[in-house]
């Protein structure tokens, strides 16, 4: 909108909107101060009834100003409410009320004109600070503009990448030499090799790089690396690194083979038994779905590590609801598994002839008896055992509903979570609030879990072009 010439201090007006839009945009403006007028507080009351996904959005910003609220005093509240923050510099949250509100002259009463009035008086009362209403809507911050009120779109969640909002997994030492025998000088640690379980372990002394951490991939290059490890073990005083399995040739997992560091690193996370938690995010193409179904049947169908293979993903559509679908759940479930078919299609196709064997009988009923398809719906109160699950599309799950489902697994159960939040299809999630990005984060030193961010595209010029042009 129009070019504003902002003051060191600022007040930015939030409409309902950006509050349904992100329930975290209270924390995102850093050491200023955040206002939400009355208007706003009754809007998010209207909004809070039904099953709705912007009413159970209103519950949870009523809930977070009712936290930031409890066991204040009103002259507290008054003065501002501390915003939690880095250091020093958070700002603070401010309410407005005004009795006595003159509404703007030609104006009929409605909630936008009213919040174009509050924020006029705002104005007026703090001469000495820059007031900005930001909002969503585009014909209230034309309004706005047409008023000579300072405002601005809620831009805090736009252009986000799998690496911008969580942890990429992966560490590169590109000059780390053959075997990694440079890596040790760089670190300024002493290592002791040793062998142990069929594997290769690097003990570290001296004190590691304060950005590893738990489950992550050390590794001298993106594509044809010679060191692969993963670091097992971690302290002020030192780590332990053990030597991954390479599933590039020979060793594969069935019979497809990782093409670089990082889907290397992905098979040895879903291949991994001690590792019950995998994330898996990545721009579509990365091989996400597909690594993770060959991992599913090798250990399911062959090695007998698991009785069952569950794949669920969150109903929701990109565009208009379709409405109602006859059926079973696993027949309602079948429109929305068209990632679990194709990649299904492409492990059991004949590379030598084409063919599939996906439409034999014998193969349907072996596939049939050990996947299930379910809705995430009626996931509450199972406890799921000896149970390979898939969560497909985690980043259109809020963290409490991903919560609900990581809490099914019960004895022997492993959990793949993917996702990637370039295509939230939810408009009440962000990069930053979804459940993928807080699983990432939450799970981040768990010995037991292990996150990868993928790169390797494997897809036509046609989409390429369409990510870089669109």
Known sequence: MVRLDKKATRLYVLDTNVLIHDPSALYQFEEHDVVIPMTVLEELDKHKNGIREIARTARQVSRTLSDLTNKISFADI??????????????????????????????EDSPDNR???????????????????????????????????PVEDYLNDRVFSDSDTMLEGVKIYPDAGERGQDLWETL?????????????????????????????????????????AIVEALTPQGARLRLLTNYRHHAGVWSVHAHDSRQNFALNLLMDPQVDLVTLAG???????????????????????????????????????????????????SPWMGAFHDNMDNLLRDEHDGTSSWSEEATRSLIGSRVQIRSPTFMRGRTLNDTFLIIDEAQNFTPKQLKSLLTRAGRNTKIVCLGNVGQIDTPYLTANTCGMAAAVQGFRDWPHAGHITLKSIERSRLALAAEELL
């Open 78 to 107: 008054q003065q501002g409410i501390p915003l939690p923050g880095v250091g020093d510099s958070s700002g603070r949250l401010r309410f407005l009320c005004y009795q006595d509100l003159i509404p703007l002259d030609n104006l």
């Open 115 to 149: 919040l174009l009035a509050e924020t006029c008086r705002l104005r007026a009362e703090r001469p000495d600070a820059s007031v900005i209403l930001v909002t969503k809507d585009i014909n209230l911050r034309i309004k706005a503009t047409a008023l000579e009120i």
């Open 188 to 228: 300024n640690v002493d290592i002791t090799v040793t062998r142990g379980d069929h594997h290769t372990y690097y003990h570290l002394e001296g004190a590691p790089p304060t950005d590893w951490h738990l489950g992550m991939l050390i590794s001298d290059s993106e594509n044809g690396a010679h060191f692969e």
């Open 283 to 333: 721009s579509a193409g990365t091989g996400k779905t597909f690594m993770t179904l060959a991992a599913a049947f090798q250990q399911t169908l062959d090695a007998k590590q698991f009785e069952r293979i569950v794949f669920t993903r969150a109903p929701i559509p990109m565009g208009e609801d379709i409405g109602f679908l006859p059926g079973t759940e696993e027949e309602k479930m």
